[in-house]
């Protein structure tokens, strides 16, 4: 038995942050400190860190609260007093865990799905890597069937938050029995480079850290705000491999973000949104907060108002760039929203872009508790 394309929806969001904050004022006072000798990369770092649209967001590194002259991470000392890739993994397989876990349970006990009731288990991650990995892991600690289907998505760099739901949306397509728990764990922060350069400084001025997780099955039964999830669209534009780069390096993992990004972006998405959505009314855009530029663009070409771009913004402001795991903040965001305001029902889009360029989509709508008790949800919704 398969269940409609409309009735599939996500059952439950949590999300979990580790418990030291960055200040982005403070944070930037301390890496112009350690650039001292370097004034044109500290003008330079200076200006980004005021202008990405991050004013906190969180790190399990406790040493990156450190002034400059004792913080490994900042370019205060020689390379060699960096954290090298093996301290900064170690770090990972530490504190990854208690963040998936406490996102997963906030999911499971959101969307009111018992652990023996998880079918599949999608595990998210481009910022570390340990084996038997977090699936393993994540299966002893909540007590999920031995059973159940592992699927680890790493190394896929922003987009695979998104991913991840569009692929458990195919998966409980096929079956309505299936309950799939996506957890995402990124720790971008162990990554940043004692480095002067601009690229290392852009990387550094908004990546945070954090978790987040969501419970995709049969919205049918439910009886509570839901977002119902429609057709997905996976695409990798043209021309643009070299535009982000994610490396293994020595100390931690080399990233190149170009500042062509956001361009070409605005340049191809307008389109690929239309092939999946062609003139249907978007309400709702719940966009990947990759960039405060990638945002600005997307609001410019499709003539978004401040409201509609908001909850991408706010996660950005409070959290920074979470990678994979920042749609399901934006989205936990929005429906809270939605619910507060007694919202209609609504439809709208998810996107989220990552290393290739590769560009997710998936169409959402947003149905109140009412209509999730009383019907199921038809076509005109989704």
């Not at 400059?68 to 990972?92: I, N």
């Not at 340990?130 to 892991?137: E, H, I, R, S, W």
């Not at 309400?283 to 405060?292: D, Q, S």
Request: net charge negative; proline share 6%; glycine share 8%.
């Amino acid at each position: 038995m398969t269940p409609t394309t409309s009735s599939i929806a996500i059952l439950g969001i949590g999300t979990a942050v580790p418990p030291y904050k960055l200040d982005q004022s403070d944070t930037a006072r301390r890496l112009v400190e350690a650039l001292s000798d370097k004034p044109d990369s500290a003008r330079w770092g200076r200006r980004i860190f005021k202008q990405c649209g991050v004013q906190s967001r969180y790190t399990c590194e406790p040493n990156l609260l450190e002034e400059a002259a004792d913080c490994r991470y900042l370019p205060s000392g020689s390379p060699e007093h960096a954290p090298s890739t093996a301290e900064r993994m170690a770090v990972y397989k530490r504190e990854s865990v208690p963040l998936g876990l406490q996102a997963a349970r906030q999911a499971l006990a959101d969307g009111a799905v018992e652990p023996c009731e998880v079918t599949h288990l999608i595990t998210v991650s481009c910022t570390g890597q340990f084996l038997p990995g977090m699936d393993a892991v994540l299966i002893h600690e909540l007590g999920l069937a031995a059973t159940v289907t592992r699927i680890p998505l790493n190394f896929l760099g922003c987009a695979a938050g998104l991913k991840a739901i569009g692929l458990s949306r195919q998966i409980v397509s096929n079956d309505s029995h299936a309950n799939v728990l996506v957890v995402c764990v990124e720790l971008c922060t162990l990554h940043i480079q004692p480095s002067g350069d601009r690229e290392s400084l852009f990387a550094a001025s908004f990546f945070g850290d954090g978790a987040s997780a969501c419970v995709i099955g049969s919205g049918k039964l439910h009886h509570k705000p839901l977002f119902m999830l429609g057709q997905e669209r996976s695409v990798l534009l043209p021309d643009c491999a070299e535009e982000m780069v994610w490396e293994v390096g020595n100390h931690g993992f080399d990233l190149y973000l170009s500042p062509h990004i956001p361009r070409l972006i605005g340049e191809f998405i307008p389109a690929e949104v239309e092939r999946l959505c062609g003139d249907e009314e978007l309400e709702l855009w719940a966009i990947h907060p990759g960039g405060k530029g990638i945002i600005d663009n997307l609001q410019n070409e499709f003539g978004l108002t401040d409201s509609q771009t908001t909850h991408s913004l706010g996660v950005l402001r409070d959290y920074g760039n979470v990678s994979s795991a920042t749609i399901l903040f934006v989205l936990q965001a929005m429906r809270s929203h939605l619910q507060d305001i007694g919202s209609a029902p609504a439809s709208g889009i998810a996107l989220a872009f990552g290393p290739g360029l590769t560009a997710e989509m998936v169409k959402i709508s947003y149905v109140p508790a009412v209509l999730a008790q009383e019907q199921p949800v038809g076509e005109a919704y989704v």
